[in-house]
């Protein structure tokens, strides 16, 4: 496909892994540089473009190049999954198209390459039969939100909250009476099924993501009181429970603070100072976060009954500890719906989190009709009211 730029033709073509990586590269740095001019988190994706979608079956990476010699002026990165639509009595799965990583090059801007990369996306996601296409972005982000909902016809969708815990130089204590199980990928998957699956964006092929590399386990908490009279093979879940997976993303991309000011940096650095000559008072520093550093990724959140708030508290805690032992990673990172219960009872610092990341969403063709009800002709884009469960596939973050 090619678009007119003045004297010059825009190609937009699929990514070649052999003869395009050190351009897209090269794009990706000059869009940092453009676009985090102030304190910002900036992400390494490790000299792999694809990363980011390589863990789906089916998934595409587009470039833009003009001129003669084909200079790389944009990108976009695209994923198709099965998901629910979050119906309450049964789930509703549809075909979802998931559009990120949209870079255009900073001197190539306001001349339409952003658009045609997204349209060229979503015509390949309706070729694949994708019923609805979208993307996410931070709230601050107004070129992106601008370009997709007044020009490419999304609609502002969900606003779930990422939460982020640094991980500190001492482990954190576990609660007592409180024991924690780690569930193997068949039982996880039983689980997951069982109470998540009439949740938004719930993955049908949530059993792959357990059995990922990627993937650091699937933990339960229950009160000790339970564990003498619950078989984890049972497939009666206990009174109280909390529940959530780890997903390593320090081997898909590292991260980084740029642009902060000397004195920011020097009191960061004086935290962990302090810290080292008395660490009997188990400060909690700032981590370094201006070095590459990788992250561990919580999904799959889940609490129910009496004390589910102190289970879910020792599941954090063990993913810190699960952190700091990795000896990279220096952040826990998660992301739940605005309405869930797990989101006040998550450890993080207010000001490392994000209390609105936008999702934005797209009907690409007419929905699928269910055989069992008439749900399925409901356009997902007119449910308004956001529930209280959305699931983060951790394959997105």
């Not at 944009?74 to 789930?91: A, L």
């Not at 990369?117 to 979208?134: F, G, R």
């Not at 699937?218 to 109280?240: E, G």
């Not at 529940?243 to 000011?261: H, P, R």
């Amino acid at each position: 496909m090619s678009i007119g730029l003045g004297d010059h033709e825009v190609v937009v073509r699929e990514y070649n892994e052999e003869t395009d990586k050190a351009a897209v590269e090269a794009l990706e740095r000059r869009c940092d540089f453009q676009q985090h001019p102030k304190p910002s988190l900036v992400t390494d994706l490790l000299g792999d473009p694809l990363c980011r979608v390589r863990h789906f079956p089916i998934h595409v990476m587009l470039v833009a190049e003009v001129g003669e010699e084909g200079e790389m002026v944009g990108g976009i990165r695209g994923c198709i999954k099965t998901v629910s639509r979050g119906e309450k009595h049964h789930p509703l799965y549809i075909k979802l198209g998931y559009l990120l990583g949209l870079r255009v090059s900073p001197t190539h801007r306001r001349l339409g390459i952003g658009m045609k990369l997204v349209q060229h996306l979503e015509e390949w996601c309706m070729k694949n039969d994708t019923d609805y296409a979208y993307m996410a972005t931070d709230s601050n982000n107004e070129a992106s939100l601008n370009l997709f909902t007044l020009k490419c016809g999304y609609i502002r969708f969900r606003s779930p909250t990422i939460l982020v815990q640094p991980v500190h130089a001492h482990n954190k204590p576990l609660i007592s009476g409180v024991v924690i199980k780690r569930l193997d990928p068949q039982l996880a998957n039983s689980v997951y099924r069982k109470v998540l699956a009439n949740s938004e964006f719930f993955p049908k092929d949530i059993d792959v993501i357990l059995n990922n590399k990627l993937n650091l386990g699937t933990f339960m908490a229950i009160p000790k009181r339970y564990l003498d009279n619950w078989d984890p093979k049972m497939t009666i879940l206990p009174p109280s429970f909390a529940i959530l997976s780890i997903w390593n993303t320090k081997e898909v991309f590292q991260v980084q603070v740029k642009g902060v000011s000397p004195l920011t940096y020097a009191e960061c650095a004086g935290s962990r100072v302090l810290d080292a000559l008395m660490p009997c008072l188990r400060l909690p520093s700032v981590p370094n976060f201006f070095k590459q550093f990788g992250v561990y990724f919580l999904y799959g959140l889940h609490m129910k009954g009496y004390g589910a708030s102190r289970l879910m508290k020792s599941l954090c805690g063990l993913a810190h500890n699960m952190a700091r032992n990795d000896g990279v990673c220096r952040a826990v990172v998660t992301e739940v719906g605005q309405g869930d219960p797990v989101r006040e009872v998550i450890p993080h610092w207010k000001k490392f989190s994000w209390a609105e990341d936008v999702w934005c969403i797209k009907k690409l063709g007419p929905a699928k009709q269910d055989t069992k009800k008439d749900c399925g002709a409901h356009d997902w884009c007119k449910s308004k009211s956001s529930p209280s469960a959305i699931f983060v596939d951790p394959r997105d973050f």
